[in-house]
């Protein structure tokens, strides 16, 4: 949505009860970025995009983090940190103890409120059980932006009857991610299967000439299936913000603006 949607939707939402006037206030009030010294936090990431900003915990100090996660939250009702390990968390919990540690996907998330109802249907596809970490890191983010999400966890192509065992999913889904190392063709054989996006997800599994994802990164972006984008090695992240992007943007009240069902003909009257 563009930004006088997302205005639009706020104001709805207050008319409509669901967010306290005091709450819609805070979030046009507040100034749009904070500075913390060793941070800048963009308050103003969930108006203009949808969700608030996502915090990389790679190469920071925890206690940093907890500030930032704490800034996040002052205005926000969820919060999500990536690439978190326990040091993180315990930073986290110790302000917000009803923070979560998903410890495979190495991300730290906290939701406020009551939780909404899940949307459409996101599926999300690993190659071997090495890449679920990649997998569970593209459910959660999904997840905690509202999407539905099931998973079918170790289909790889050297079994090709697991992944064509799950046909039935992978037509049900508005968006697919599909998580692979080594030579990364699992992408390639579930775009053929489907008329839907397919988000490939290369890993750094691998035996040696993999180059830690390289191989399989390569591989996804000349794949002959049009329906398969890719993003950066080990992004689970991306992938599950971008499938969650694409199943709203198939809900009615997010899509775009539609042709009028009954547009006049060349002679100015309407179809029969």
Do not use: W
């Not at 103003?44 to 907890?66: M, N, S, T, W, Y």
């Not at 064509?164 to 968006?175: G, N, Q, T, V, Y």
């Not at 992240?237 to 003909?265: C, K, S, V, W």
């Amino acid at each position: 949505m563009t930004d006088p949607d997302r205005l639009r939707h706020l104001l709805e939402q207050v008319q409509a009860g669901r967010t306290p006037v005091e709450a819609a206030l805070r979030q046009l009030c507040a100034p749009p970025v904070e500075n913390l010294g060793f941070a800048r936090i963009d308050h103003h990431r969930r108006l203009r995009c949808g969700f608030p900003e996502v915090v990389l915990c790679q190469g920071k100090h925890p206690d940093d983090i907890a500030r930032i996660a704490g800034s996040l939250l002052e205005q926000n009702d969820r919060l999500l940190l990536t690439r978190a390990d326990p040091p993180a968390f315990d930073a986290v919990r110790q302000v917000f103890p009803e923070a979560v540690y998903h410890r495979r996907a190495r991300v730290i998330t906290c939701r406020r409120g009551e939780p909404e109802e899940a949307r459409g249907l996101v599926a999300v596809i690993s190659a071997g059980t090495a890449d679920i970490p990649v997998a569970e890191e593209a459910r959660v983010t999904a997840e905690l932006m509202g999407a539905r999400v099931e998973t079918c966890f170790d289909a790889g192509v050297a079994g090709l009857h697991r992944v064509l065992a799950e046909s039935d999913l992978l037509r049900r889904a508005r968006a697919l991610v599909v998580v692979a190392g080594m030579e990364g063709a699992l992408a390639s054989v579930v775009g053929g299967l489907v008329a839907r996006p397919v988000i490939a997800v290369p890993t750094s599994v691998g035996y040696g000439a993999s180059f830690n994802g390289l191989a399989a990164l390569l591989g996804m972006l000349n794949t002959c299936s049009p329906n398969v984008a890719t993003v950066n090695i080990d992004n689970g992240f991306g992938a599950g913000y971008l499938a969650a992007l694409i199943n709203d943007e198939q809900r009615p009240e997010t899509a775009g603006p539609q042709a009028p069902p009954h547009l006049p003909n060349e002679q100015g009257k309407p179809p029969a």
